[in-house]
């Protein structure tokens, strides 16, 4: 099953027992599956990063609704912005972004939804994995990269890059020896040479604007 990087990351974000979000990624998931959603356009052609702003280049919509509405509300501005604008008004604009994903999922098949009252009045929603499979292939395929050396492609690298960022990666590695070359695998991504071209110059500007808007209330608090 074809699934967007945002429907990955949200996959190894979602406690399979609890059916929430695991509690460590609470905070940034949101900027990370925007940046997602972000890099899911790049990838289908919708749009580019040119002289650090974003630039539409197709007027086609895409097929996944989810990206249909961050595809819209980037077509509705009348001048281009930088990623880190983007970030914030796909948060924004589409309001509870990671519930509209699991149910996109529901959608797909591959989550459940299980309904909890609570008092007998809210509502208290679970999604638990329906198709275990789907979340194993992701993580064994980021392990594979990592621990194996196995040839890797430009959305499994934006993939480690926003698990990093929403501090997951223990939950992809939770062995000590493994999560330190996971950590050092991490840290060379920048200088790699397999990693060329436009897209990977996206692929680095929407972490560095992922990793900026996580730090910013940050450092009001401070």
Request: charged share 25%; hydrophobic share 45%; glycine share 2%.
């Amino acid at each position: 099953m074809n699934l967007t990087l945002a429907e990955e990351l949200l996959l190894i974000a979602l406690d399979d027992r609890r059916g929430k979000l695991i509690t460590s990624s609470d905070f940034s998931i949101d900027y990370c599956l925007a940046g997602a959603l972000l890099f899911d356009l790049t990838f289908e052609n919708k749009v580019i990063l040119k002289d650090k702003v974003l630039v539409v280049v197709s007027e086609e919509k895409p097929q996944d609704s989810i990206l249909r509405q961050a595809f819209d509300v980037i077509t509705k501005s009348s001048t281009p912005e930088n990623l880190q604008y983007w970030l914030n008004e796909l948060c924004e604009k589409i309001p509870g972004l990671r519930y509209a994903l699991m149910e996109h999922l529901v959608a797909k098949d591959v989550l459940y939804k299980v309904e909890k009252k609570l008092l007998k009045i809210f509502s208290n929603p679970r999604y638990l994995p329906k198709q275990g499979e789907s979340e194993h292939l992701v993580r064994t395929r980021i392990r594979e990269i990592i621990l194996h050396n196995k040839p890797f492609d430009l959305k499994s690298v934006m993939l480690i890059g926003l698990v990093n960022a929403a501090d997951l990666v223990e939950e992809i590695f939770p062995a000590l020896n493994d999560l330190k070359v996971a950590r050092d695998w991490i840290k060379q991504i920048p200088r790699s040479q397999k990693i060329h071209g436009t897209i990977s110059e996206t692929l680095e500007e929407i972490q560095s604007a992922v990793n900026a808007s996580i730090n910013v209330p940050i450092i009001v608090r401070t």
